[in-house]
């Protein structure tokens, strides 16, 4: 063994001596932070929505390993406004309408302040009782306001967890209801086990049935058509399945979903509920971005007929002023959560989870370890209120009317589908295409596929200014444009530019059309 390194054991003895908690430098590295926050909020509809960096861009930027020694916190932050920013696309834009908005507040960040700074792993009652307390009263309250019925809550028999994302719900109940009828049928059948949903339900489901081992040939994504607003029809769900009961497979588990990405579609819950009731099946209601909105009155009745369904879900992250993570799950019967998804090793032991008295929430979802999340979404509740939550999305759903009502006013476009809550799907009409190629001295109508590809161009256009972001959909092959609007700090003024943009870049894309032997 060699002799002892001077200058390692300067640098080891230099290293030990951090305090990674002081509370003076803690509280001066805090104040930095928020100033920082504040000041981006103040100047963020100033940034290009949609970065505008090429990939790989950071590793150019950022040194090649691991600083040797600490470096100052007025160093990082301006690193990180130099490197880091330019490569955000900015989520709390005002004139951010892509996807489904994660909405923040002032309530949900100081909320999640909180839970970071305490930094609690609360897998049981015993390893924090205010976290598993506070979430179980938060739930409740959540779930009074949506007017769930009883069942689904900690006053009647049913009960609510904080999931991270609607995919960790999906899957968990669908593990719930795989055991549930595996130990009826013998878990030698898992391959005759069928989940059926439509083809607009997100995808998260299809990789939830791929983790719980559902058979790819089982997963029936079921066809939705314009006629039905792309929702999913109880008459051809009820053909599938019979079709699956003749051909000796059993079926397990519909999704139904209230507000789908593509279009904000609504399945009809009462009419599919009573469908899979007649085949003992588990359902889902997934209403991540629209069942938020369904504590205003005037919106209820999308989830009317919720009382059939096994468990409901909502991302309070998405509509609810909730940052990011925060998928509020309610299910009837907890039991089928537990059965499936808990553990109890010999160090995990206590009084308390013993006793049964207790909710451990480990045994609620995959993970063990798990976040105070509940403490953000308690920290909106109070701070905003019930009447000014409604108004909120409200005002959203007010804002999205208004850019309907300037689309429909230019006879180039359409509204494709109906517009649900706050989102609006359009795009340029074939006929509109065909006008400019008519001025070149064609007759020609514009196919489908062409006009495909000059909303696909015009999209591109739009995301690449800067100006705003939105994305698109295809539904039975039609590309269209979704504006969904839904940003914490968006106004009527930043929903008029977004449509002079479109505006604009529309006369260009029309004025220069020259389809690649595109006419039919």
């Known amino acids: 063994m060699g002799s002892l390194n001077s200058d390692n054991v300067t640098s080891h003895t230099s290293s030990s001596n951090i305090s990674p908690l002081d509370p003076e430098e803690?509280?001066?590295?805090?104040?930095?932070?928020?100033?920082?926050?504040?000041?981006?909020?103040?100047?963020?509809?100033?940034?290009?929505?949609?970065?505008?960096?090429?990939?790989?861009?950071?590793?150019?930027?950022?040194?090649?390993?691991?600083?040797?020694?600490?470096?100052?916190?007025?160093?990082?932050?301006?690193?990180?406004?130099?490197?880091?920013?330019?490569?955000?696309?900015?989520?709390?834009?005002?004139?951010?309408?892509?996807?489904?908005?994660?909405?923040?507040?002032?309530?949900?960040?100081?909320?999640?302040?909180?839970?970071?700074?305490?930094?609690?792993?609360?897998?049981?009652?015993?390893?924090?009782?205010?976290?598993?307390?506070?979430?179980?009263?938060?739930?409740?309250?959540?779930?009074?306001?949506?007017?769930?019925?009883?069942?689904?809550?900690?006053?009647?028999?049913?009960g609510g967890v904080i999931q991270g994302t609607t995919c960790e719900a999906v899957l968990c109940t669908l593990v719930a209801a795989r055991d549930q009828m595996l130990s009826q049928i013998g878990r030698e059948n898992l391959v005759k086990l069928v989940v059926y949903a439509s083809d607009q339900t997100h995808s998260a489901f299809q990789k939830a049935a791929q983790i719980a081992g559902i058979h790819p040939t089982n997963f029936r994504a079921m066809k939705t058509s314009k006629s039905t607003s792309y929702a999913l029809s109880p008459d051809s769900l009820r053909a599938q399945i019979c079709e699956d009961v003749e051909a000796g497979l059993v079926p397990l588990f519909l999704c139904a979903t209230v507000g789908t990405t593509s279009t904000a579609a609504i399945d009809?819950?009462?009419?599919?509920?009573?469908?899979?009731?007649?085949?003992?099946?588990?359902?889902?209601?997934?209403?991540?971005?629209?069942?938020?909105?369904?504590?205003?009155?005037?919106?209820?009745?999308?989830?009317?007929?919720?009382?059939?369904?096994?468990?409901?879900?909502?991302?309070?992250?998405?509509?609810?002023?909730?940052?990011?993570?925060?998928?509020?799950?309610?299910?009837?019967?907890?039991?089928?959560?537990?059965?499936?998804?808990?553990?109890?090793?010999?160090?995990?032991?206590?009084?308390?989870?013993?006793?049964?008295?207790?909710?451990?929430?480990?045994?609620?979802?995959?993970?063990?370890?798990?976040?105070?999340?509940?403490?953000?979404?308690?920290?909106?509740?109070?701070?905003?209120?019930?009447?000014?939550?409604?108004?909120?999305?409200?005002?959203?759903?007010?804002?999205?009317?208004?850019?309907?009502?300037?689309?429909?006013?230019?006879?180039?476009?359409?509204?494709?589908?109906?517009?649900?809550?706050?989102?609006?799907?359009?795009?340029?009409?074939?006929?509109?295409l065909s006008e400019t190629v008519y001025k070149n001295g064609k007759l020609e109508m514009v196919s489908e596929e062409h006009a495909n590809e000059a909303n696909r161009k015009l999209l591109e256009s739009i995301n690449m200014s800067g100006c705003v972001f939105m994305t698109h959909a295809v539904v039975e092959g039609v590309y269209v444009i979704r504006f969904a609007v839904g940003a914490t700090l968006v106004e009527e003024r930043h929903v008029i530019t977004a449509w002079k943009v479109v505006q604009e870049h529309a006369n260009v894309i029309l004025s220069t059309y020259k389809p690649r032997a595109l006419l039919v």
């Not at 790989?56 to 301006?78: A, D, M, V, W």
């Not at 909180?114 to 609690?120: A, P």
């Not at 979802?365 to 976040?371: E, G, H, K, P």
């Open 26 to 158: 803690f509280r001066r590295q805090g104040h930095m932070i928020i100033d920082f926050l504040a000041d981006y909020y103040r100047d963020v509809e100033k940034y290009p929505v949609l970065s505008q960096v090429e990939p790989g861009y950071l590793q150019k930027r950022l040194p090649k390993s691991t600083p040797h020694n600490p470096e100052p916190i007025e160093t990082i932050l301006q690193d990180v406004q130099e490197h880091i920013v330019p490569g955000l696309t900015h989520w709390q834009s005002p004139n951010f309408f892509a996807y489904f908005q994660c909405t923040s507040s002032i309530a949900g960040f100081l909320g999640e302040m909180l839970s970071t700074g305490f930094n609690v792993v609360g897998f049981s009652w015993i390893a924090s009782p205010a976290a598993t307390e506070l979430e179980t009263i938060v739930m409740d309250w959540l779930g009074e306001i949506l007017n769930l019925p009883k069942s689904f809550l900690f006053s009647g028999n049913g």
């Open 268 to 432: 009809p819950l009462e009419s599919l509920c009573a469908v899979a009731k007649d085949y003992g099946m588990w359902v889902h209601v997934d209403a991540a971005y629209a069942g938020s909105a369904c504590i205003c009155p005037e919106f209820r009745h999308f989830i009317d007929g919720v009382e059939g369904a096994n468990s409901f879900s909502l991302n309070a992250h998405k509509w609810f002023l909730t940052s990011l993570d925060c998928c509020c799950l309610w299910v009837k019967d907890p039991s089928a959560l537990i059965k499936s998804l808990s553990t109890n090793p010999e160090f995990l032991r206590n009084k308390a989870s013993d006793s049964k008295q207790v909710v451990d929430y480990k045994d609620w979802q995959i993970t063990l370890s798990r976040r105070f999340r509940s403490m953000k979404l308690w920290f909106v509740l109070r701070s905003y209120g019930v009447a000014n939550l409604r108004s909120f999305m409200r005002n959203h759903v007010k804002m999205a009317k208004l850019f309907e009502g300037l689309v429909a006013m230019d006879k180039r476009f359409e509204i494709v589908v109906p517009t649900n809550f706050a989102m609006v799907c359009f795009r340029i009409l074939p006929s509109a």
